[in-house]
């Protein structure tokens, strides 16, 4: 499950070490297209969108 940072809002994908404090959400942003979409490199282990919906 996506999880949206408290501080500046970026997407991290679940056990990602980088945020701090979240807040889970069930699908990620309309504005997010693809995995380049997302800022953090904790998605690099997914191969593509389907993997994270």
Do not use: R
Not at 5 to 19: K, L, M, N, P
Not at 32 to 38: A, I, P
Request: with cysteine; aromatic share 6%; proline share 6%.
């Amino acid at each position: 499950m996506p999880i949206m940072s408290s501080d500046d809002f970026t997407i991290h994908a679940d056990g990602c070490e980088e945020v701090d404090d979240g807040m889970p959400i069930s699908d990620l942003p309309d504005e997010v297209n693809s995995l380049d979409d997302l800022d953090c490199a904790c998605w690099a282990g997914f191969d593509s969108l389907a993997e994270v919906n």
